[in-house]
């Protein structure tokens, strides 16, 4: 016989985790739109910054996830469910009702989020890839530039090579 109690407080607790995760996320976002921003503007110092903070957001969101699994473990034990199907979707339908419903629209609101990040972080690789494509053309340019003898390698350009460090012996 289901334990109607136990099973409402386990889903009170895979709604909450998923709810807390929902707003890591959106902290991700917002770090996200901001190191989008330092790699537009070149701002190298705000990008490392930025991803430091990604960094700690990361971490958080691994700690929730393992009790996010845990949750989802234990509601779907008391439904009687296995560990593969142990999914929102899954747990919501066996729960059914109010308590299913709410872990069906926390794991919706998750999903949203996450699918945002994705798209944010795919846009920020193609702008991190022009950033990186831009800065080795001005290299070349420069380079370009400081090659005197108007000879070109093997890239097209000489790159400049070593510094030539003499000394005279003025004692001997």
């Known amino acids: 016989m289901r334990?109607?109690?136990?099973?409402?407080?386990?889903?009170?607790?895979?709604?909450a985790t998923l709810t807390e995760l929902e707003r890591v996320y959106d902290e991700l976002e917002s770090l996200g739109a901001t190191r989008l921003e330092a790699i537009r503007t070149g701002d190298l110092p705000a990008v490392a910054r930025t991803i430091?903070?990604?960094?700690?957001?990361?971490?958080?969101?691994?700690?929730?996830?393992?009790?996010?699994?845990?949750?989802?473990g234990e509601l779907g034990r008391l439904l009687?469910?296995?560990?593969?199907?142990?999914?929102?979707?899954a747990?919501?339908?066996?729960?059914?009702?109010?308590?299913?419903?709410?872990?069906?629209?926390?794991?919706?609101?998750?999903?949203?989020v996450i699918d945002r990040v994705q798209q944010q972080n795919a846009r920020a690789q193609i702008a991190a890839q022009t950033?990186?494509?831009?800065?080795?053309?001005?290299?070349?340019?420069?380079?370009?530039?400081?090659n005197h003898?108007?000879?070109?390698?093997?890239?097209?350009?000489?790159a400049p090579g070593p510094s030539v460090v003499s000394s005279l012996?003025?004692?001997?």
């Open 131 to 146: 950033l990186a494509a831009h800065m080795q053309g001005v290299l070349r340019a420069a380079q370009g530039k400081m």
């Open 3 to 15: 334990d109607e109690q136990a099973i409402t407080t386990a889903a009170a607790m895979l709604e």
């Open 91 to 112: 747990l919501a339908k066996k729960a059914a009702g109010k308590v299913g419903d709410a872990v069906l629209d926390a794991a919706g609101r998750l999903r949203a």
């Open 80 to 89: 009687d469910l296995n560990a593969e199907t142990t999914s929102a979707t």
């Open 149 to 158: 003898s108007g000879a070109y390698g093997a890239r097209g350009v000489v």
């Open 169 to 172: 012996d003025m004692v001997s």
């Open 52 to 72: 430091g903070a990604e960094s700690d957001v990361a971490k958080r969101i691994a700690e929730l996830d393992k009790q996010r699994t845990e949750a989802a």
